[in-house]
């Protein structure tokens, strides 16, 4: 199914290229880490943040999408009001 073209906010474009940026960048700092020319923290710090700016950017263009599609992502489990 080809996806549905959604306007973006501008905070998600920062967002995704910042995880993008840090996807590339990341085994660098880790081959520069093993070297110890960087420390182990910063390698540490940047793929935690690189995944988590990821995880964020996913969920967010996933719920645009579902949106759009018209499904409610929010509702696509009964609560439990709802269960017979």
Same mark, same amino acid.
């Not at 959604?6 to 501008?10: A, E, G, I, S, T």
């Not at 964020?56 to 967010?60: A, E, H, K, M, P």
């Given at each position: 199914?080809?996806?549905t073209p959604?306007?973006?906010?501008?905070w998600l474009? &920062?967002?995704?290229? #910042?995880?993008i940026? @840090?996807? +590339?960048?990341w085994? &660098?700092?880790a081959? #520069?880490g093993?070297l @110890?020319a +960087?420390?182990?923290? &910063?390698v540490l710090?940047v793929?935690i943040v690189?995944?988590?700016?990821?995880y964020?950017?996913?969920?967010?263009i996933?719920?645009?999408?579902?949106?759009?599609l018209?499904?409610h992502?929010d509702?696509?489990e009964?609560s439990?009001?709802?269960?017979p």
């Open positions: 199914m080809p996806s959604v306007p973006r906010p501008p474009k &920062v967002t995704s290229l #910042l995880a940026t @840090g996807v +590339v960048v085994p &660098v700092l081959m #520069l093993l @110890g +960087v420390p182990a923290q &910063v710090n793929g690189t995944a988590a700016l990821a964020l950017s996913i969920r967010r996933k719920q645009d999408r579902a949106i759009a018209g499904d992502p509702q696509s009964p439990p009001d709802e269960t």
